[in-house]
């Protein structure tokens, strides 16, 4: 049997604010937004070669409960479910297990992936249409999940690469995530992970004003901050990016492309790996990243190295903080100041075998920007890696 029979999705979904701060519209409503939830419940989806395996993985890793399941003892005949969960952080792993499950051939090409990033929303059927009437392009017309504990109303569009988003309103529904999950209880050990601070998506060269054009004019969307190949650049290579949020910036989504550069970038790597645009990296907000990175440090996980050289600079830069420099130079933990305050970041190298997917820990006081000041040292320790797998 296929290895890619075995593979597994992972769904991100992300519940956004009913309180009228931006989205997709109703049909001919020029002035209100067709609301998101800013519910508690937020799973996220991805795709990867085990369910079981990889929500184990999230569990011992990072700290995560598995919460819920389907599969065939549940009467789910054709994939496995896992769900996970961190405070108001959730993982959905789905797994085909029969041959020619018509998802198994993105998995194939892909390796583990995000494939679905959901919006919970208002009404299904009125932003499904409004998106589609304003070019979205369908990947699964309105239909309904139900069980005796009630129903649940989705519909998928697409937008880059391969990864859709799910409209989804569980209004009439009171059983646990969705019809057919069977509630568990496999606790974690928490290390302080409380939710998705931004996803950024990689395509390719030309590509990324499409995709600015697509979440603002389907979604609703504006444009948070650009940067260019000034801003992003080190003597070998170079990247631009836009970030796209929604409008209480809940969501943000940073879309990066390809410049020209003397070596191939991470973002060149990236889509040559993937087999095309998908999401590079998930940002995991937390309120110690002291504690947090700490722990996941002792348990393994790896993070991209910071050259020492970087903290000499560090106070005379961003100024006082809170944190013991000395601390944050031993976990590598970058820092960075805009006008509102100061953040907190590191990045783990790829989680899977391809250099695709990975995660950055990210702590805010005060500060809402991205951590320009740090691209430089980001993008040097990225080809320090390239350079050890020989793709620069």
Known sequence: MPLSSHAARISIIFLVDREGRGGIKSRGDDDEPRHF?????????????????????????????????????????????????????????????????????????????????????????????????????????????????????????????????????????????????????????????????????????????????????????????????????????????????????????????PAEGKKKSQIDEYLEFFGGAGVQHVALLTDDIIHTVSRLRARGLQFLNVPKTYYEELPKRVGAIDEDIRELAELGVLVDRDGDGYLLQLFTKPITDRPTLFYEIIQRKGAKSFGKGNFKALFEAIEREQALRGTL
């Open 37 to 257: 939830s800013d519910s508690k419940d937020r799973p996220r989806s991805i795709l990867c070669q085990h369910a079981r395996q990889s929500a184990y993985f999230y569990q011992h890793a990072f700290g995560f409960d598995i919460t819920g399941f389907q599969g065939l003892e549940t009467g789910s005949t054709n994939e496995v479910d896992y769900l996970v969960q961190q405070q108001d952080l959730k993982f959905l792993f789905s797994a085909p297990i029969r041959p020619g499950h018509p998802k198994a051939p993105s998995i194939a090409e892909h390796g583990d992936f995000v494939q679905d990033i959901c919006f919970e929303v208002d009404d299904v059927d009125a932003a499904y249409s409004a998106a589609v009437e304003r070019g979205a392009r369908s990947a699964r017309a309105p239909f309904t999940l139900s069980n005796e504990e009630g129903e649940v109303r989705l519909a998928s569009i697409h937008t880059y690469g391969d990864v859709i988003h799910t409209l989804l309103n569980r209004d009439n529904f009171k059983g646990h995530f969705l019809p057919g999950f069977r509630r568990m209880h496999e606790p974690g050990d928490p290390l302080g992970l409380i939710d998705v601070d931004h996803i950024v998506g990689n395509v390719e060269l030309g590509k990324m004003n499409e995709w600015v054009r697509f979440y603002a004019d389907v979604l609703g969307f504006k444009q948070l901050v650009s940067f260019d190949d000034k801003d992003i650049s080190t003597e070998y290579t170079a990247l631009m990016s836009k970030v796209m949020a929604n409008g209480n910036q809940r969501v943000k989504f940073p879309i990066n492309e």
